[in-house]
Nanobody
Framework: QVQLVESGGGLVQAGGSLRLSCVVS????????MGWYRQAPGLQRELVAS???????NYADSVKGRFTISRDNTKNTVYLQMNSLKPEDTAVYYC????WGGGREYWGQGTQVTVSS
């Protein structure tokens, strides 16, 4: 089993920055990919960024150049640095872990990010 706990959300003005953290516990060696997703009211949950165990990253077009995903294996933590935030970035942000082979997925409880104009 894997447990994920997000933190770092909040209210920020447009153009500001936030850093989200996702602490991973449990069977961390079973995780192949970590990702950040977001869900705005009335919309589907969407991928924001992902990072593999080897450090390969992937970003949604809407956040490229503004957001950076990283991981600190010594702290079992994945980060999402969000710069130049826009009101359309407002959403609940979720951390997700995918096991090797894709057989299992784990989600955190989410953290609210609100960007005011």
């Amino acid at each position: 089993q894997v447990q994920l706990v997000e933190s770092g959300g909040g209210l920020v003005q447009a153009g500001g920055s936030l850093r989200l953290s996702c602490v991973v516990s449990g069977s961390t060696s079973s995780i192949a990919v970590m990702g950040w997703y977001r869900q705005a009211p009335g919309l589907q949950r969407e991928l924001v960024a992902s990072i593999t165990s080897g450090g390969h990253t992937n970003y949604a077009d809407s956040v490229k150049g503004r957001f950076t995903i990283s991981r600190d294996n010594t702290k079992n933590t994945v980060y999402l640095q969000m710069n130049s935030l826009k009101p359309e970035d407002t959403a609940v942000y979720y951390c997700k872990a995918i096991s090797w082979g894709g057989g299992r997925e784990y989600w955190g409880q989410g953290t609210q990010v609100t960007v005011s104009s």
